[in-house]
């Protein structure tokens, strides 16, 4: 039977639960135990995939087309494994399914109330992944704070839970912030004890606690917490803040936070966490060799969490290229004709990132106009690679009216069109082009060297396609359409083989690039913006030596 562990949070939100769940998995992981971690959200949309991203950060889209929380990407990053709908349930998809069985008739005509029957479908869901045989350790992070009225529902199942499973087959991490007053130079515990407090009337009891913290927490502090909480002292630990959210399993390894869950679980401890190609990756990416700028032009940069994945991607790819990749905003809506060549000349490369809506589009194609033209390498994600068939069909094939449908119905070039299987969908959530399919390289193309095959798979989430009906006109002006879906003849892939690199994709390779296999079209991309600053790099001091 597989063991239980929650991770729940206190006094405030974005404290990094998910980081905290998935640096623990990875320990217990690299012990040899087959785990797994799952993210229960207490809110009552369904699920992510109509949140602006302004609201919740990006979408994760799993392998089987669930649109999920962005924390999902994290897990599969860390643990190197997939996940899939299972490891993500909304207080909505909760309610969804008891409002259906009610409707059924499977109550039996009883009044249906949060207890039992809210609670033992979350009940359900929590011991669904546990039930196959397939993991040892399945790992639950609660999303929101103890103490939100959303939560509840929660924390009485994991209450009943911890009463139905019995110790040594539960346990509850709670991760806590210890804030530091400058001017009285003190750490605060009142806010954990609180937070513990509140968690402790609701009648779950933690077992250890994880403390968010700026400044070290010293040995009388952590007994002080351990008596006001109710935990032994070696089950408090310190969560300093590290460089990057990938030192935190080795800081967690420190603070020995693996070997007081396995101990408190009744599991061995004999074996040290094999974390080899971990070191490795930090050590790379702590002490690069280069350094190149990448311009993401996207009209959610505000919030860093909207392109979460393609962030990450780039800190893998950057890693194994041993270069340190700076990433520079770019606000789509303020690219003009006129500015693009001060605010892209200093850049290195450019990613056009996926979104919706015409907002800031006619900056993103000024910005691929000058990729092109300029010889800069240029990478563009779904919305992004279709932007840059616009561009080529506005400025090369001469079609100055060309469009998606999905910004310009009435075009007399729809080059971009609305998929065949989409037109009759008038809901919008989880009615995309979701999940993994498949994707046929040609062979000798740009796309087949990077990837190494000709058959490879990748993650999708689109309504808008290549329109099939301009791919004679495309190719014959020099544009590869070098991917495509081998069932429905989708372009997946196009590529400009005159161009350093130039390669737009329908899909999202950043859902699948992780630290022990980042994303090989983020990786080539990288390599070629590195070439490209060695070259420009080269000129100057050419240009210089001339001018002595």
């Known amino acids: 039977m597989a063991k239980y562990i929650f991770v729940t949070g206190g006094v405030t939100s974005s404290l990094g639960k998910g980081i905290i769940a998935a640096s623990l998995a990875k320990l217990l992981q690299a012990r040899g135990f087959r785990v797994t971690i799952q993210k229960f959200d207490p809110y009552i949309n369904v699920d992510p995939g109509t949140l602006n991203p302004y609201e919740h950060g990006e979408c994760y889209v799993t392998e089987d087309g669930a649109e999920t929380d962005l924390d999902l990407g994290h897990y599969e990053r860390f643990l190197n494994t997939p996940t899939s709908q299972a490891n993500n349930v909304t207080t909505g998809r909760i309610y969804q399914t008891v409002i259906n069985k009610e409707r059924e008739g499977a109550y039996l005509g009883k009044t249906v109330q949060v207890i039992p029957h809210i609670t ?101 502090l952590k007994k002080k917490i351990a008596l006001f909480c109710n935990v032994q002292v070696d089950a408090v630990i310190e969560a300093n803040d590290v460089p990057t959210i990938y030192e935190v399993p080795l800081e967690m390894m420190r603070e020995k936070l693996d070997v007081s869950v396995l101990k408190r679980l009744g599991l061995p401890v004999e074996k040290e966490p094999e974390l080899v190609k971990w070191r490795e990756f930090l050590d790379k990416l702590k002490y690069p060799k280069s350094k190149v700028t990448i311009g993401l032009i996207g009209k959610y940069v505000e919030l860093q969490d909207a392109y979460k994945s393609i962030l990450e991607s780039f800190i893998h790819a950057g890693s194994l290229n041993e270069c340190k990749v700076v990433v520079q905003n770019i606000h789509s809506e303020h690219l003009t004709p006129e500015n693009v060549c001060e605010k892209l000349k200093n850049l290195d490369g450019l990613l056009v990132a996926p979104g919706f809506g015409h907002r800031g589009i006619e900056g993103k194609i000024t910005a691929i106009q000058y990729a092109r033209e300029n010889q800069l390498p240029f990478f563009g994600i779904c919305l992004g690679m279709q932007m840059s068939v616009v561009e080529y069909a506005r400025n090369v094939l001469g079609w100055k009216d060309a469009h998606s449908v999905e910004m310009n119905p009435d075009t007399a070039h729809p080059v971009i069109n609305l998929m065949e299987e989409q037109k009759k969908v008038t809901a919008k959530g989880g009615t995309m082009r979701l999940g993994a399919y498949a994707c046929e390289l040609t062979p000798g193309s740009k796309a087949e060297e990077i990837y190494g095959s000709t058959s490879i798979s990748e993650r999708h989430r689109h309504r808008y396609e290549f329109n099939n009906d301009f791919v004679q006109q495309f190719e014959d002006a020099g544009l590869v359409l070098s991917g495509k879906n081998p069932e429905s003849g989708l372009v997946e892939i196009v590529e400009l083989p005159t161009h350093p690199f130039f390669v737009g994709v329908q899909f999202h390779p950043e859902l699948k690039s992780t630290v022990e296999s980042p994303a090989p079209v983020f990786v080539s991309f990288i390599k070629a913006a590195k070439q490209y600053a060695e070259s420009k790099n080269g000129k100057a001091k050419l240009e210089e030596t001339v001018a002595k």
């Open 120 to 220: 033992d479908e979350i009940k359900r869901r929590i011991l669904l992944l546990g039930k196959d045989g397939k993991f040892d350790i399945v790992i639950t992070e609660l999303g929101g704070t103890v103490g939100d009225i959303e939560s509840l529902p929660y924390i009485e199942a994991v209450r009943q839970l911890q009463w139905e499973l019995g110790e040594e087959d539960c346990l509850v991490v709670h991760l806590t912030l210890i804030p530091y007053l400058r001017a009285a130079k003190e750490l605060k515990t009142k806010p954990t004890q609180h937070s513990v407090r509140l968690l402790s009337e609701y009648g779950v009891h933690p077992d250890i606690i994880v403390c968010r913290t700026e400044e070290p927490l010293y040995r009388d």
